[in-house]
């Protein structure tokens, strides 16, 4: 069986297409000093993370892990780069308990290493936010939702799970289980080629049981998009791709298609992740899974999630992403060429900054457009119905019908996550299970 290893965690400021996007402390000196957790207020050696981790009760524990410490040794202390971020060399101690193997992702928010846990004799996943004061608060938001998450996911089913944290030299850092690829990098390493319905089937109901039991905690992802759902094994086969071109060669590595062995997933990076609250309009979600209510300022809360994992589902049984763009008026115009006009109660209510898209109670679109290859990058685009039935062979009326609530413009008449969870594209008696 042909395994591998891809970027788990993305950039996740990038927000570049067509198909071409990046991927996305705690530390005892030979001379200590006084260097203060953000939460725990104590010093560096004697974190609450290192109570997590040894839960020393006796000098004798603490003799011997000094002991430990000495014998795996500290890396040298380094200055972080321009940006504040860790600078570390592979083989290296990340405490006495890691032991860095490899860089697995980089972002706006830091580093992804792939490192050994001497204690649970594992491989972890450990992301190491940047020095800076506004990435370290982010990073201590997401240990709070993790924890809480963490406390009612009991079987460990839906979320990454997260394993450890502690402040090292500066830098919060975050253990999480390993994972397998990410759902956009295996469409990547499968040159975007398309899942079967079955598959995208089973994808669905896990990624709309993860949002439902987060909206039953009251906490809203806020960026759900393919980067940030990952398969939890890294195994594959490969099927010949029937939809190629007839005249390949099944020698042709081309011919062939990798599938998943295993349709479970688990939902990463809660970083953007917020409590519903009132008035919350700034934007959120990466552009390509935005939705119209952010775009258009009106304030947003539970729905812009299940916007998102619509454009998702249409992305996993096309192989792209629905709304290719990096504009606003072009994404509101891809958003009518699909599903139909926008509400004029909508178009009414949106804020200042948005309301330069809108004219005499309409889109200003063409006539607004930047440019010519904007007017044809939407009119490319077909119907949602006929775009799912020129890839899904079967079930296309009912997702179809799915689709339909999911990506409703009125975020008050879009389908929650358990009411799609209850849709027949989901329940008929004959779904494989």
Not at 196 to 211: A, T
Request: glycine residues 6%; aromatic residues 10%; hydrophobic residues 35%.
């Amino acid at each position: 069986m042909e395994t591998e290893r891809v970027t788990e965690f993305p950039f996740t400021h990038l927000d570049r297409r067509p198909r071409k996007r990046a991927r996305l402390g705690w530390d005892v000196p030979q001379a200590p000093k006084a260097q203060v957790g953000m939460f725990c207020g104590q010093e560096l050696g004697n974190v609450t993370s290192f109570a997590s981790l040894m839960a020393p009760s006796d000098h004798t524990t603490i003799s011997l892990f000094d002991k430990e410490v000495a014998r795996n040794g500290s890396p040298p202390w380094r200055e972080d780069d321009k940006d504040g971020h860790y600078m570390f060399s592979l083989g290296e101690n990340l405490t006495s308990r890691y032991k860095i193997q490899s860089k697995m992702g980089e972002g706006t928010f830091g580093q992804v290493l792939e490192c050994w846990d001497r204690e649970k004799k594992e491989m972890v996943a450990i992301k190491i936010v940047r020095g800076v004061k506004k990435y370290r608060e982010a990073a201590m938001i997401e240990i709070e939702v993790l924890q809480q998450l963490g406390k009612h996911d009991k079987g460990g089913n839906r979320c990454v799970q997260l394993r450890n944290w502690f402040d090292y030299r500066n830098h919060i850092c975050i253990v999480f289980e390993k994972l397998g690829p990410s759902l956009y990098d295996f469409l990547k390493k499968n040159n975007y080629r398309s899942f079967p319905i079955d598959l995208v089937r089973e994808i669905g109901r896990q990624l709309l049981e993860c949002v439902a039991f987060m909206h039953d905690l009251r906490l809203i992802h806020t960026d759900l998009k393919p980067e940030n759902i990952l398969l939890v094994s890294h195994d594959y086969i490969k099927v010949p791709d029937y939809n190629k071109n007839s005249s390949r060669s099944p020698k042709d590595s081309s011919y062939f298609k990798r599938i998943p062995k295993s349709s479970a997933i688990k939902v990463i990076d809660f970083g953007s992740t917020t409590y519903e609250r009132q008035d919350q309009n700034y934007i959120v979600s990466t552009r390509h899974y935005r939705a119209p209510e952010v775009i258009l300022g009106m304030g947003w809360t539970y729905p812009c999630d299940v916007w998102s994992i619509g454009c998702i589902l249409v992305e996993l049984c096309t192989g792209e992403a629905l709304f290719q763009t990096h504009e606003n008026l072009e994404h509101l115009a891809m958003m009518e060429r699909v599903l139909g006009p926008l509400p004029q109660h909508m178009l009414k209510r949106a804020d200042r900054h948005a309301e330069k898209y809108v004219r005499r109670g309409r889109l200003d679109w063409p006539e607004g457009a930047a440019s010519r290859e904007s007017i044809r990058a939407v009119q490319k685009l077909p119907r949602l119905q006929n775009l799912v039935m020129q890839h899904v062979d079967h079930s296309a009326g009912d997702l179809i019908h799915l689709l339909q609530g999911l990506l409703r413009y009125d975020p008050s008449d879009r389908l929650s996550a358990r009411e799609a969870l209850r849709h027949s594209f989901f329940t008929k008696d004959n779904l494989r299970r």
